[in-house]
């Protein structure tokens, strides 16, 4: 059974960075792609990037440049630092294997960006 764990979030100032964290049981990370997603109120959850098992990466436009998705599979973890963070950011940020595995999603971590 897939196990996500995600962390690392919090209130940070529009401009500012935050990395978040994504603890994974087994060894999903080496051998799936893996994808951070986010959902803001009111809005349906989106990709927001993805790294797959060759390290490949891919971002929704909305980030590409301000946000670099990475791997450390030794750890089974994925990471996701965001830079030049904006208002428009602010969501709850989930991990999970892409495509996603619905009974694998945790309770994700809150990242808000005050302007």
């Known amino acids: 059974q897939v196990h996500l764990v995600e962390f690392g979030g919090g209130l940070v100032q529009a401009g500012g960075s935050l990395r978040l964290s994504c603890a994974a049981s087994?060894?999903?990370?080496?051998?799936?792609?893996m994808g951070w997603y986010r959902q803001a109120p009111g809005k349906q959850r989106e990709l927001v990037a993805r790294?797959?098992?060759?390290?490949?990466?891919d971002y929704a436009d909305s980030v590409e440049g301000r946000f670099t998705i990475s791997r450390d599979s030794a750890k089974n973890t994925v990471y996701l630092q965001m830079n030049s963070l904006k208002v428009e950011d602010t969501a709850v940020y989930y991990c999970?294997?892409?495509?996603?595995?619905?009974?694998?999603w945790g309770q994700g971590t809150q990242v808000t960006v005050s302007s």
């Open positions: 999970n294997i892409y495509p996603p595995h619905e009974p694998a």
């Open positions: 087994g060894s999903i990370v080496s051998i799936n792609t």
């Open positions: 790294i797959t098992a060759g390290r490949m990466t």
